[in-house]
């Protein structure tokens, strides 16, 4: 189980990049994913879903998150948020 | 697809640095005369893009007209968010022209405030200002005149107090905000509880800080780094329009207390400018002569003017018993020395 402590981000809003910003959330909360895509329509439930899933599998259960894409693949969004709450958890 | 070299550019590296206000001065942008980062994208040791910042504020940001539709200007906010990144900032502001804020926009900025025609005002999350103006909120009387009063106050002296005292015993709310940029002599928690202190006898004042969003190193950065007049007057509109645009309408203030500048020019140009803005927007800026102490007018510079030249006396006569008994602390103490050190006390 871990804890969010601080804001933290990775990533950058180029081409088939996204960026990550995490921030810490009342215990409790769960994890709030805000989405901006251009594929929001097509992806955007899936990119929000693998969002989530990532953070729960750092084993962290509550945080805040601003994601910004653009056209990124599942791989990258995973790295991204990944080295997020590993900077996050401090 | 031409090799792009993109690199940091030293102030110190006047051939380059001038490479860079040509470019800018091509587009149409100002150089702020206080950067602390630039950096520029080459192609064969030819500038076609460039970007800066001061302190959490892009700023001076330009792409060469011929190379646009390239992403240069994706790579310039990208290495210069990188860059504010690894300092520990995560709120980043920047300055455009109207006509370019669309493209920040798709790079994950959010409009704040903007002066028509001359520029807009952006940060890097969709709810740092909603956030800031929800925290205000409670705060409004629901009928009633309020009124606002913007202080340094570095060191609070008796001339805030009496400027503070006026617009309370005329209106049925005072909202004093403190600037809460840490750059001047007084540290900011110091001016906080100064200000606190010497207001605390007066039920109908509120006490806030103006965050980021007002008299800011991200709004105004030449209140505390001298600049050009027309920099000056630039930041002057904007962090105007941030206070009546959106704050004086989310608290309801009808009135704004400032005393009168006859010697600070930064400030001087500031209030004038805002005397027109708030017009326009059915605020009433009321112009206090400042306070007079036997025949000596009270005013912060000259108050750390005594301090620097260790007349401490002199300096009681203008400020209040709370701010007086803080200097003479331990805490004041080391403050009173930081004064000395200064070369400049005295704001321009």
């Given at each position: ?34 989405l ?36 990124a ?18 | ?21 040509n ?7 100002q ?19 460039t ?7 892009l ?6 007209g ?78 009633g005149?309020?009124?606002?009063v ?17 617009a ?181």
């Amino acid at each position: 189980m871990s804890k969010i402590i601080k804001a933290a981000q990775a990533g950058t809003v180029e081409s088939c990049d996204v960026l990550i910003m995490i921030a810490p959330a009342d215990p409790g909360a769960g994890i709030q994913v805000e989405l901006i895509s251009p594929t929001m329509q097509q992806y955007g439930t899936h990119i929000t879903k693998l969002i989530k899933e990532t953070i729960l599998s750092c084993g962290v259960q509550d945080a805040v998150v601003h994601a910004n894409e653009k056209g990124a693949m599942d791989y990258t969004i995973a790295a991204r948020v990944k080295t997020a709450v590993d900077r996050a958890i401090g | 697809m031409p090799e792009y070299e993109e690199m940091r550019i030293y102030q110190d590296d006047t051939r380059t640095m001038r490479q860079v206000e040509n470019l800018l001065a091509q587009e149409g942008i100002q150089k702020d005369k206080n950067l602390e980062y630039t950096m520029g994208i080459f192609i064969r040791d030819e500038l076609i893009a460039t970007g800066s910042f001061f302190r959490n504020t892009l700023r001076c940001l330009a792409v060469d007209g011929r190379c646009r539709g390239e992403g240069l200007l994706n790579k310039v906010v990208t290495h210069l968010m990188e860059v504010q990144y690894q300092r520990g900032n995560l709120a980043v502001f920047l300055y455009t022209k109207c006509d370019t804020a669309k493209f920040f926009k798709e790079l994950g900025f959010y409009e704040i405030a903007r002066v028509e025609g001359l520029v807009v005002f952006m940060e890097n999350r969709p709810d740092g200002f909603k956030q800031y103006l929800k925290n205000l909120a409670p705060s409004r009387i629901p009928e009633g005149k309020s009124a606002a009063v913007i202080v340094n106050a570095n060191p609070f002296t008796l001339g805030h107090q009496y400027l503070i005292e006026q617009a309370a015993r005329d209106n049925d709310r005072v909202h004093v905000f403190v600037v809460s940029e840490d750059i001047s002599l007084v540290p900011f928690d110091v001016r906080q509880e100064l200000v606190r202190q010497g207001t605390a006898h007066l039920k109908n004042v509120m006490l806030h800080t103006t965050g980021s969003y007002l008299i800011s190193s991200a709004t105004f950065p030449s209140y505390f780094l001298q600049d050009d007049d027309t920099v000056i007057r630039a930041q002057a509109q904007l962090d105007i329009e941030v206070f009546k645009g959106h704050i004086a309408k989310t608290l309801g203030i009808t009135r704004r207390y400032v005393g009168e500048e006859p010697t600070s020019r930064v400030t001087g140009l500031y209030n004038k400018i805002m005397q027109q803005e708030l017009k326009k927007n059915g605020i009433e800026c009321i112009v206090m002569p400042r306070k007079q102490v036997g025949d000596v007018t009270v005013s912060a510079s000259l108050v750390r003017q005594y301090i620097k030249n260790g007349e401490l006396e002199k300096a009681k006569a203008l400020v209040p018993e709370t701010t007086y008994e803080f200097f003479l602390s331990a805490a004041g103490k080391k403050i009173i020395q930081r004064i000395q050190e200064s070369q400049q006390v005295v704001h321009y």
